[in-house]
């Protein structure tokens, strides 16, 4: 990792607070409940966000130092062979002892800590980028708190709101698609190193890599043209899709996205009802401007390939990127509908925020790529197989957690987070 100038103690502040934000609307047993098995509890978010200061941060720095509970080792670790054993990930859910007020009653003791600890050792760069790479994890747990609330909340046949504030759209068609021409050519991608700015150890080291010329679409694929794909039979049609996303779709019996609905004056499922869409704020009508999220790779391919397209690569996407301003529609604050918003004004559009876009490109090392030592080395590089590059943040990143250089990754099945798809073409 690459770090900013130390974390001030109102930032850590703000994000860890903001972490206990998204969990107040729920309630005890909403905080509790694990929807699937690539989904936390609410409750778990908080305490691994907790635990990972807790472990990284003091254990490390913190003279005599005392866990807040010994079983919180190996209850609230996830990934980190090196620090021990973990708690199933599948049962996180039957985790209902601590309660979540002692899971909250954790992270006020550990946060008084840290805070003491950071103005007690404030020329100590290696704990100061140590917090900084916690508060960066946070944020990507926010994302994730946002996306495992709202699958767990699309399993109730209620369809119950997590808050009132609906996606704002005019009814109306999404701006028309132009495509942008690059001429490609030897580019370098990845994060400067020398910038002082902070990057994740993926994203580095900076290298040239050769681009094919290409065309990106100006704005993302909209909910009205995938809802067209669907109509055309494309999840019935095997000519669009890779042969192991077909026998996937086949197996699950897919037939269109996960939080789609056919709903009509009747609440029926037939074919001639109305498509809704499964929001944050409850099931509402499918608006046809707002970009279709929630697309696995299989499908965020198909799609492209029904269109006479195909995914950008990486490289392609962070060229395009880097020229365009760090704005969005993102997680801030407590009025952030946490759904995309529609295309506005020329050039390219929604870039940053609203949808990670699909990329086809496989999460791999960049060349040179090397692991941090010790555990905390296991946060990026381990994962860099049957994987692929999604970019650009979503409805549900808190802003200015994302850059062009950013480089999230999920399996080609997974479906719950704000993943959607810009189009690309040869030219």
């Known amino acids: 990792m690459t770090t900013n100038p130390p974390p001030r103690p109102a930032d850590y502040a703000a994000v860890r607070q903001r972490s206990v934000e998204l969990v107040a609307p729920l309630s005890p047993e909403d905080a509790c409940a694990q929807s699937m098995p690539d989904a936390s509890p609410a409750k778990w978010h908080l305490a691994h966000t907790t635990w990972f200061f807790e472990t990284f941060v003091l254990e490390l720095h913190e003279l005599a130092f005392a866990p807040f509970h010994p079983a919180f080792r190996v209850l609230f670790n996830s990934y980190y062979n090196g620090v ?99 001429d490609g050519g030897v580019v370098e ?16 080291p ?27 039979g494309g999840y019935r049609n095997p000519v669009h899709w890779l042969a192991e996303g077909w026998d996937w779709r086949t197996a699950q019996g897919l037939t269109q996205p996960i939080y789609w609905h ?20 409850g099931l509402v009508p499918l608006a046809s401007a707002l970009p279709a999220v929630h697309l696995s790779y299989y499908e965020a391919d198909a799609y492209a390939r029904w269109a006479g397209a195909r995914l950008p690569t990486e490289a392609e996407w962070e060229c395009a990127a880097a020229r365009q301003p760090l704005q969005g529609h993102f997680a801030d604050g407590p009025d952030a509908p946490l759904h995309p918003g529609a295309a506005e004004g020329p050039g390219m559009a929604q ?8 990329t086809q490109s496989s999460y791999a090392p960049y060349p040179g790529f090397r692991t941090a030592e010790g555990a905390v080395g296991e946060y990026n590089g381990k994962f860099m197989v049957n994987q ?15 850059r062009a250089t950013y480089r999230n990754f999920f399996p080609a099945t997974a479906r719950w987070q704000f993943a959607g798809v810009r189009l690309a073409r040869d030219v």
């Open 84 to 182: 021990g054993a973990k708690h199933p990930r599948p049962q996180r859910g039957l985790l209902t002892r601590p309660s979540l007020a002692e899971v909250l009653a954790y992270r006020a003791q550990v946060d008084e800590r840290v805070q003491a600890l950071l103005a007690r050792q404030a020329d100590n760069a290696r704990l100061q980028a140590l917090v900084e790479l916690g508060l960066h994890h946070e944020q990507q747990h926010q994302e994730l708190l946002v996306t495992d609330i709202k699958h767990l909340l699309s399993c109730n046949p209620l369809f119950p709101a997590y808050h009132a504030l609906h996606p704002t759209t005019d009814g109306g068609l999404a701006q028309p698609l132009i495509w942008h021409r690059s």
């Open 262 to 281: 056919r709903a009509g004056l009747g609440g029926g499922d037939d074919e001639g009802d109305a498509w809704h869409e499964f929001t944050l704020a």
């Open 189 to 204: 991608i990845g994060h400067h190193a020398g910038s002082g700015t902070f990057a994740f150890d993926n994203e580095l």
């Open 351 to 358: 870039v940053f925020g609203d949808a990670w876009q699909w």
């Open 206 to 232: 900076r290298h040239r890599v050769y681009v094919q010329p290409h065309a990106l679409a100006s704005r993302l694929v909209s909910n009205g043209e995938y809802a067209a794909f669907i109509e055309d």
């Open 388 to 402: 692929y590059v999604l970019r650009g943040g979503s409805c549900a990143t808190p802003a200015g957690h994302v």
